[in-house]
Nanobody, 127 residues
Framework: QVQLVESGGGLVQAGGSLRLSCAAS????????MGWFRQGPGKEREFVAA????????YYADSVKGRFTISRDNDKNTVYLQMNNLKPEDTAVYYC????????????????????WGQGTQVTVSS
């Protein structure tokens, strides 16, 4: 089992930046794909970004492409989400997730493909 703890959320003005961190502990060697998801008020949880830990290949939702960057530090068992040029519509609780599988492209966006989840961190963007 992998435990995930997110941090770095907060309140920021539109156009600002935040960096989220996701620290993994436990059987971290069993994870091959890490993802970030978010859930806005009254909305379903949606895919934001993912990274394959061995190769470092990254994937993004169209809504954040060019503004968000996912990265990992394998030595620290930590995944990051750098968020730039934030918009009010980015307001949500952001969740980190880990999957044992090396998820193929069509599975990256599905919450059901991930085995472990963090508790979430709130990001609020004011206009």
């Amino acid at each position: 089992q992998v435990q995930l703890v997110e941090s770095g959320g907060g309140l920021v003005q539109a156009g600002g930046s935040l960096r989220l961190s996701c620290a993994a502990s436990g059987r971290t060697s069993s994870s091959n794909t890490m993802g970030w998801f978010r859930q806005g008020p009254g909305k379903e949880r949606e895919f934001v970004a993912a990274i394959r830990l061995s190769a470092g290949r990254t994937y993004y939702a169209d809504s954040v492409k060019g503004r968000f960057t996912i990265s990992r530090d394998n030595d620290k068992n930590t995944v990051y989400l750098q968020m730039n040029n934030l918009k009010p519509e980015d307001t949500a609780v952001y969740y980190c997730a880990a999957a044992k599988a090396v998820l193929l492209l069509h599975r990256l966006r599905a919450t059901s493909e991930y085995d472990s989840w963090g508790q979430g961190t709130q990001v609020t963007v004011s206009s």
